[in-house]
């Protein structure tokens, strides 16, 4: 990722790859149980921090993703939002 600073926040953002993915359904009992495997997939990554200090951050992460599975047509959003904290030494 690549950032810009100013003063007390920063922001940038970045490309991430995702190798193999896959989502395992396992319940408890249940003899349906599945693993969906997707293909390899890209994405876009931004972050916004605040600075509390000179290495002390907070910030929020946004990831855009769509992962497709190995059968035609069918695709699962992945995007998601988190908080991330950052030390900078």
Do not use: C
């Not at 790859?17 to 969906?36: C, E, M, R, Y």
């Not at 992962?67 to 939002?81: H, L, N």
Request: hydrophobic share 35%; no cysteine; net charge positive.
């Amino acid at each position: 990722m690549a950032f810009w600073r100013y003063k007390q926040f920063r922001i940038g953002g970045g490309i991430t790859h995702h190798f193999n993915p896959k989502l395992k359904i396992d319940f408890d009992g249940n003899s349906d149980n599945a693993t969906v495997k997707f293909n390899h997939t890209n994405g876009l990554i931004i972050q916004a921090d605040y600075y509390y200090s000179d290495q002390f951050g907070v910030g929020l992460k946004l990831t855009d993703i769509e992962y497709k599975t190995r059968q035609p047509g069918q695709k699962i959003d992945g995007d998601s939002i988190g908080v991330v904290g950052s030390y900078l030494f």
